[in-house]
Nanobody
């Protein structure tokens, strides 16, 4: 497994932006696709977006498409989530995760075996 640490969360007004970072250590970061998920109070954890091992491919949930962008810097073992035009419904704890095998982009939680501790994002109206 890989150890993941998220940072960059906080409180922002609706329409604002935040950039989350996820620093990885352990197994070869650059060999695995990565994902971002979020969990709001009282709700199940949901897929936000994912990026391939090279960064060439990304995929997003419909709810964030056009507003969020995932990128990665394999030299720094870090994946990012740039969040623009934030809405109150984006309020949640955000988690990064590493796919358990060297497969393609995934959206299913069960395909990820390493998770960060999460970072809180709160969007006020």
């Amino acid at each position: 497994q890989v150890q993941l640490v998220e940072s960059g969360g906080g409180l922002v007004q609706a329409g604002g932006s935040l950039r989350l970072s996820c620093a990885a250590s352990g197994r070869t970061f650059s060999s695995y696709s990565m994902g971002w998920f979020r969990q709001a109070p009282g709700k199940e954890r949901e897929f936000v977006g994912a990026i391939s091992w090279s960064g060439a491919r990304t995929y997003y949930a419909d709810s964030v498409k056009g507003r969020f962008t995932i990128s990665r810097d394999n030299a720094k073992n870090t994946v990012y989530l740039q969040m623009n035009s934030l809405k109150p419904e984006d309020t949640a704890v955000y988690y990064c995760a590493s796919r358990k095998d060297m497969g393609p982009i995934a959206t299913v939680i069960s395909l990820f075996d390493s998770w960060g501790q999460g970072t809180q994002v709160t969007v006020s109206s």
